[in-house]
Structures are given as structure tokens and as C-alpha cells.
């Protein structure tokens, strides 16, 4: 994405590479838990364009663990980062991505939260953002695994490999966050982050673009020349009659699911 005074311009969808010429060992740059589960790390593989590839992003951000807080405005005309939202705990899926922003030049990603929920590997994705530590926001999902870890009875396999430490990263995420002083980032809506906000859902659980009158509602009040959502895992791009525009990446560890709805 590049954005600007007023003026924003959305990218092609960034590809998932998996050829394997590019897969090397990887290794987390700065994770505080570096030294944990090294046996597991090392038996897999990640591309090698991943290590090192964002080491400013947590200082930029304001902490080394990944905290979202808001990060240094900037100065230039221009500013030139990706987007990423609904991992769901696909490791593989977001060392590939990662890969793909490294080779375009990119340095700073945002995160649109739903981070680690579902089957595959929640501990591992929790371990790598943190050690990239990117402006990131919670999803209805995090707000979930929160709760259910905090009451301690959860069945599920996702919260219950989950240690303190990623509970607190996901804790200390903001709902919405206002990303270099002209972007603003939110997982559903801007009020709601269970929203589908640029799709309505129909009674028979079908999902099909929203009016733009409803989704400007929604957008009253956000002076941001850009606005990022998640959550539904449909990429999708609007303009509203301002000019602003609202942009959401789908989703990088999830394109596909059966949910209620939809």
C-alpha cells in the first residue's frame, strides 16, 4: 500500500510463495523466546528471506515485544507498507508473506488481528510476530482466546498451548489503532470487531458486497485518508464519495472457512 495526503493507492494482492529452492531453516530476529522450543524450530523450515527482514519494525513501533502502540509519525509525502490480517495461526502461510513483502523492498507491515485462533500452529505465529513486532491490532478471535484463557477452562487446543507471555502480547493490543498519523486499522469495524463491513451477509449465509451508504456509516468520524479492516477474509477495496478509501487484504493463513455466520 501506498499512502498519502488524502490520496491512497492499493496493491495487487501479495502471493504466497512455496517453491522449495527458497526454503531455508529459520530463526526468530529478537523473540523473547528464542531459546525455548529450539528443537522444535529448527526440524522446520521457513524461508530465509524472513530472518532479519524487519529489524527496525519493533523499535519503530515502540517495543521490542510487538506492543501496538503508535508508532513515530513521518514526514515524506509517501509512505510504502503491507497490510496482513487473519493469520489464524498459519506459520507457514505468514513465513511465506513475510518473504514476499522482504523481497518487494518493504519494511513496515501492519497486523489486522484474528493472530493465532484455529488448528495449526498458534504458539509459533504467536512467536514470530512478536519477534517482528509490527503495528498490530486484536481481532474478535484474540478477544476470545483472551477470555477463554483467562477463565482457564478451555477445551480447545489453540488457548490451551498458549503461554502467559502470548496472552499478554494479545492483551496489550489496541481494538483500533491510528497507524502513522493518516491510516486507521481495525479488524471488523470501526465499531465492532465481529463486523463484516464491506459485505453483507444474507439470511441464507451467503456474503456479497455491502451499499457503500452503509459503509460509509460506519467510516463517520475516522479522518484518515486510508482505512484498513479484516475479518471477513474476503480482499476487497472501496472508495467512499470523499475520497477515502477502505481496503481490506483478506486473510493470509485462512482464505477459505465455514463459520456462523458465514
Keep these: ?110 497486523n489486522l488481528g484474528d493472530h493465532l485462533s484455529g488448528p495449526l500452529e498458534p504458539v509459533r505465529t504467536a512467536e514470530m510476530l512478536m519477534a517482528c513486532g509490527f503495528a498490530s491490532i486484536r481481532g474478535d478471535q484474540d478477544r476470545h482466546m483472551i477470555d477463554l484463557h483467562r477463565a482457564g477452562d478451555s477445551s480447545r487446543r489453540d488457548v490451551r498451548a498458549l503461554e502467559q507471555a502470548h496472552i499478554d502480547w494479545l492483551a496489550a493490543q489496541p481494538a483500533t489503532l491510528i497507524y502513522r498519523d493518516d491510516v486507521f486499522l481495525c479488524h471488523g469495524a470501526p465499531d465492532d470487531d465481529a463486523a463484516f463491513w464491506l459485505e453483507e451477509v444474507m439470511a441464507d449465509g451467503t456474503v456479497r458486497p455491502n451499499s457503500l451508504a452503509r459503509i460509509a ?26 475520497g477515502r478509501l477502505i481496503v481490506n487484504p483478506g486473510s493470509v493463513g485462512l482464505a477459505g472457512y465455514r463459520g456462523r455466520p458465514p
Design 1 to 110: 500500500l501506498l499512502s498519502g495526503p488524502r490520496k491512497s493507492y492499493a496493491s495487487a494482492s501479495l502471493s504466497l510463495h512455496s517453491d522449495s529452492e527458497h526454503w531455508r531453516p529459520f530463526s526468530f530476529p529478537h523473540c523473547p523466546h528464542q531459546g525455548r522450543h529450539a528443537s522444535v524450530r529448527t526440524k522446520r523450515r521457513f524461508d530465509h528471506q524472513l530472518a532479519g527482514a524487519f529489524p527496525n519494525a519493533a523499535k519503530a513501533n515502540g517495543s521490542s515485544h510487538g506492543h501496538a502502540l503508535p508508532a513515530v509519525p513521518r514526514t515524506e509525502a509517501f509512505m510504502r507498507f503491507a497490510a496482513i490480517a487473519d493469520i489464524h495461526g498459519n506459520s507457514d502461510a505468514l513465513a511465506a508473506m513475510l518473504a514476499d513483502i522482504a523481497s518487494r523492498g518493504i519494511d513496515d507491515v501492519v
Design 217 to 242: 456509516a460506519r467510516a463517520d468520524g475516522i479522518d484518515a485518508s486510508l482505512i484498513l479492516c479484516g475479518h471477513s477474509h474476503v480482499p476487497r477495496v472501496g472508495r467512499l464519495h470523499d
